[in-house]
């Protein structure tokens, strides 16, 4: 990983190449009309008071505002989201209706972990492409500021059995059942349900398990920083909206990208394996509050109405492994398989916007996709993929330095993706995510045409 910071090709270098076509007689083209995120921020900063579907209301406010799409043509509207709050557990629904959406609108929320507006924006693809819909609005929200804490399950259970008792002395008997441990709440955590391992143990197992040291990782997260911050000063982050926080000032842009240095790096003590670990918190993304919308039409409707797309969204996989070992190989597995889909090879990629959870998942991700040993004992492949270069790969920075709100990263993923297509001039994006439950997603990107 040695100059790794530096080591970005000028556009002058690269060389044309022919193109290929992934249009599919018989089937709906899917367009990318217009892509915003409000600013993502760490959790416990700007967003605090605010509840989800503030966030969401944003960012579709956010949306409408740049394409100004009448809100009567959107047939139906998706958003994805992790942990719910309860009161407005669709929130797709509740953000809709106080962005001033039409209360015809049908709105549904999906989960799917971190690939969970991923799979709204699928969804979408799915309901244009059936003939169901021509406009689709997908989106994802997470607001890691407040999440919901639980009273213990024998303190809910009482309570619920309290609320039914009808004469004094079955609630004063109730009552006297209650013991000091049932106080004790119960807080979500990043952790997988079927074997209660937290992700960052989950990370720190992984890059173990490839050989990826504490220096790598402390490497790449420096360089997720280092070309965020230089994209952020550069004006490249064009689906950043501001959002006006009720109460305080305007937010502007993202609030985590500190490029540090490898010294000060150096010093953290690891987060989750100690003391012999390799994630610590500055090569970890961070939690972080925040929400995506995204316009989807399918190409007739998109050039009826007078829009000038930004990208068409081709093929589309999802794949998933063991939750314990190969928690977080998602990109791994779903690569290969999105471009068999597309007849493309890694070569005719010109952009890569892979989710960073942690640094070492990462460069655990690029190290099994080069391994032809890997792919023969794990995937049932003749040979490896191949890594993708690192110099297309997140170069307008990653989760690790400009946030992960868990529901909203896949929309930020994909408009970037379309961007970077424009400014670096190619002609196709490869979008790839790990999440939790062993899962994953990957898909096709294409710059329309100019």
């Keep these: 990983l040695a100059g790794i910071l530096v080591n970005i090709t000028p556009l002058s270098a690269v060389q044309p190449k022919s193109k290929k076509t992934l249009a599919k007689s018989g089937v709906k083209n899917i367009v990318v009309v217009e892509g915003v995120r409000i600013p993502f921020l760490q959790s416990g900063t700007s967003y605090a008071d605010l509840m989800p579907h503030d966030l969401a209301r944003a960012a579709l406010q956010g949306l409408l505002n740049r394409t100004s799409v009448p809100r ?3 047939d139906y509207i998706v958003y994805g989201t992790v942990i719910q709050e309860v009161k407005t557990s669709n929130v797709a629904r509740e953000a809709a209706l106080g962005a001033g959406f039409s209360d015809k ?3 549904h929320t999906v989960t799917m972990a971190c690939i969970s507006s991923n799979q709204a924006m699928t969804t979408g693809v799915g309901m244009i492409a059936a003939g169901q819909c021509d406009v689709i609005v997908a989106g994802g929200v997470e607001l890691m500021s407040d999440v919901p804490i639980r009273h ?7 309570m619920l059995t309290l609320n039914r008792a009808k004469t004094l002395g079955q609630k004063l008997s109730l009552i006297s059942k209650i013991r000091p441990d049932y106080f004790a709440p119960e807080l979500p955590a990043v952790a997988e349900f079927s074997t209660s391992e937290t992700m960052g143990h989950s990370a720190d197992r992984l890059a173990a398990a490839f050989a990826v ?3 790598e990782q402390d490497e790449y997260a420096l360089r997720s920083h280092t070309l965020a911050k230089k994209a952020q000063d550069g004006g490249l982050l064009l689906d950043v909206v501001p959002f006006k926080v009720p109460g305080k000032d305007t937010v502007t842009k993202d609030n985590g990208i500190r490029p540090s240095s490898m010294e000060q790096m150096g010093k953290l003590k690891p987060a989750f394996v100690k003391p012999y670990g390799t994630v610590t918190a500055a090569n970890s993304s961070f939690l972080t509050d925040g929400a995506s919308a995204i316009l989807l039409m399918s190409e007739e409707k998109a050039l009826a109405m007078g829009y000038k797309p ?3 969204l081709r093929d589309f996989v999802y794949v998933s492994q063991d939750p314990k070992d190969q928690l977080l190989l998602g990109p791994t597995y779903a690569t290969p398989k999105v471009l068999e889909k597309a007849g493309l090879t890694m070569a005719d990629i010109d952009v890569f916007e892979f989710h960073e959870a942690f640094a070492g ?7 099994a996709m080069d391994s032809d040993w890997f792919a023969q004992n794990y995937m049932g492949r003749k040979s490896k993929v191949g890594a993708p270069p690192l110099e297309k790969f997140n170069n307008w920075g990653g989760s690790l330095s400009l946030g992960h709100p868990f529901g909203a990263t896949g929309c930020r993923l994909v408009i970037t993706a379309a961007h970077r297509l424009k400014k670096e001039g190619g002609q196709y994006g490869l979008v790839a995510a790990c ?3 062993g899962q994953g997603h990957a898909m096709i990107v294409e710059l329309y045409p100019q």
Excluded: C, E, F, H
């Design 72 to 74: 009567d043509v959107v």
């Design 213 to 215: 040291s504490r220096l």
């Design 435 to 437: 999440a939790a439950g």
């Design 105 to 107: 609108t049908p709105a």
């Design 361 to 367: 998942q990462i460069l655990a991700n690029l190290k």
């Design 152 to 158: 213990s399950r024998k303190m809910r259970k009482t």
């Design 310 to 312: 930004k990208a068409y």
